[in-house]
């Protein structure tokens, strides 16, 4: 991440290189999970498929590059003030939407003030940028404007931050921060779909429903037409009907961090060319309600962790498709090169720690329930778990599988209501992917105790301590310092069981070798520049 203080220019992407020859060719992506996307709207974001479409059509301030650096987007420079509160942005000159109109830096405030909005924007959304002057306000409506973000000029954007935040940029790289053309979707209304743009690569050509979208390049586009003409977004309900449509070659790229090769099948396609792997930057896990027995004695979570062999999980189960992983961060995430001590496998262990609890053997703990959404491998490796605590602590889990949706509601009533025993969960299988590659996405976001997404209630007032501490540095010079103190605070979620972690999904997706300038990335398919991207042999 690059954050820069004291008045100086950032480092941002390279000038682009002009394209070697006109934009030909039809680049055919698949988005699984979806027979279909509703909503083309950075404010709005509804799932990850659509944050796909929305990355092609829309733009930022700044975006990831191939390593996961941030660089410039639509700004061609920013600055930092010396306390880490201030961000001035400076606008590229040719900073244009889709159908010509320049983007200004009123519009990226006006976008930012839409996002919080609640007549537009989620809770989620404004969580994502509370910190914000004037957010809190615009939010409970005392307010209409968003105080701390401001135009200074026609190419200038001034944003004020209430204290410093040392992933503030990054989290500009995620699309509830993009700019979108003033009063277009509200105009367009349902409409939209069949015709958004932004100031993004692409804008939508087309939209067939339940079939595909298509894009075309956005002539207005600052770096250049991208290098391939169009792009046909098809929707498969589920990923082994993808596999084999890109078997048939119908496809040039299959997968993503959320549904890649199906896993019975990367045996049919490991080793070619087309094949490209990461860990995502997910986490599969299990919480616990810390307001409900016997979950509110950190002894039995430490039991129930010490009690799960993860290693013959992800062998045995999951066909090693998977990373077994002790602690929260994602291996290879920012800060995982500093160690933790970690509650590994130890059946012995496990039976002594749940001794101190209190209870001489499992069957003497009330009933447990292990709820979980339902599907093919969640209901395998639930089992897998009910197993390992039935064979090393002698208690019988139930498993409730539910759908999705009803999964997502009972999940989310434990916010406010977290020892109803109707609605609340006892403990839950539950999954958490980075938004943008920084620690606080995972540590702060999700276990300091006045967390919206703090579903278990676990809470530590030194943990809290050391997050608020580590998110409010900015100096790139402190980056080691910060990190440290996040290491400390991880050591603490881990040692008392915030979360049981489980493993980091490996991510197998394919992309033919006639198509060039893609990156595969823990945080998806990135273009360094699409002017450059092309697809060999690839007919006008």
Same mark, same amino acid.
């Given at each position: !991440? ?33 027979? =279909? ?29 191939? =390593? ?29 939407? @889709? ?34 002057? @004037? ?63 932004? *100031?993004? +690569? ?22 250049? +037409? ?21 078997? *048939?070659?119908?496809?040039?790229? !299959? ?19 087309? !094949? ?17 027995? +016997? ?23 999951? /066909? ?28 012995? @262990? ?7 609890? @209190?209870?001489? /053997?499992? /069957? ?12 093919? =491998? ?50 839950? !299988? ?30 530590? *007032? ?42 980091? +999904? ?12 893609? *990156? ?21």
């Amino acid at each position: !991440m690059i954050l820069l203080v004291g008045f100086l220019l950032s480092a941002c992407a390279p000038a682009p290189q002009p394209p070697a020859a006109p934009p030909s060719g039809t680049l055919r992506w698949s988005i699984e999970g979806v027979d =279909d996307i509703a909503r083309l709207d950075p404010a709005r974001l509804a799932d990850y498929q659509s944050n796909i479409a929305v990355n092609l059509i829309f733009g930022g301030l700044v975006r990831l590059g191939p =390593d996961l650096a941030v660089i410039g987007d639509g700004a061609e420079s920013w600055r930092t003030s010396s306390d880490g509160k201030v961000y001035t942005f400076s606008l590229r000159e040719n900073l244009a939407y @889709g159908d010509g109109t320049p983007a200004t830096a009123q519009d990226f405030a006006d976008a930012l003030r839409r996002t919080i909005s609640p007549d537009t924007g989620t809770a989620f959304a404004f969580e994502f940028l509370k910190y914000i002057v @004037g957010a809190e306000d615009l939010r409970n409506g005392s307010a209409t404007t968003l105080s701390g973000v401001r135009a200074l000029d026609t190419r200038t954007l001034e944003i004020m931050l209430d204290s410093p935040r040392g992933y503030f940029l990054s989290q500009l790289t995620y699309a509830l921060a993009f700019v979108v053309p003033p009063g277009k979707i509200e105009a367009a209304g349902d409409n939209w779909i069949n015709s958004a743009f932004g *100031s993004g +690569p692409f804008r939508v050509k087309e939209h067939l429903a339940g079939e595909k979208l298509v894009l075309e390049g956005n002539p207005s586009y600052w770096a250049g +037409p991208p290098g391939v003409a169009t792009i046909e977004l098809l929707f498969f309900p589920d990923t082994a009907t993808a596999f084999t449509s890109y078997r *048939s070659g119908n496809l040039d790229i !299959m997968g993503s961090i959320q549904g890649g090769i199906p896993t019975e099948r990367v045996a049919d396609v490991r080793g070619i060319p087309d !094949m490209r792997s990461a860990s995502a930057p997910l986490l599969r896990f299990i919480g616990f309600n810390n307001r409900r027995p +016997p979950f509110d004695n950190v002894y039995v979570r430490q039991a129930f962790a010490q009690a799960v062999d993860k290693d013959s999980l992800v062998r045995q189960v999951l /066909s090693d498709q998977a990373t077994p992983v002790e602690r929260i961060l994602p291996p290879g995430f920012l800060g995982t090169n500093l160690p933790i001590t970690t509650l590994s496998f130890d059946p012995l @262990g496990a039976r002594s720690t749940l001794g101190l609890a @209190g209870y001489v /053997s499992g /069957s003497s703990l009330p009933p447990v329930t292990l709820t979980y959404s339902r599907d093919t =491998d969640t209901e395998k490796v639930a089992q897998a778990l009910q197993r390992n605590w039935r064979d090393t602590l002698g208690i019988d889990v139930s498993l409730q599988g539910l759908p999705i949706k009803e999964f997502i509601a009972r999940l989310d009533s434990m916010v406010t209501d977290p020892t109803n025993p109707e609605t609340s969960l006892q403990m839950y !299988m539950s999954i958490w992917g980075a938004d943008y590659p920084d620690p606080q996405n995972f540590l702060s976001l999700q276990f300091q105790s006045d967390s919206p997404y703090n579903n278990g209630h676990w809470s530590s *007032s030194e943990f809290d301590q050391l997050t608020s501490e580590a998110d409010q540095i900015s100096d790139p010079a402190r980056t080691a310092e910060r990190l440290k103190i996040y290491n400390k605070a991880e050591q603490i979620a881990v040692r008392d069981v915030g979360w049981l972690p489980l493993f980091t +999904p490996e991510v197998n997706i394919l992309i033919r070798p006639t198509v060039h300038g893609l *990156s595969f990335t823990p945080q998806g398919i990135i273009a360094a520049d699409w002017t450059q991207v092309r697809i060999e042999n690839a007919q006008p």
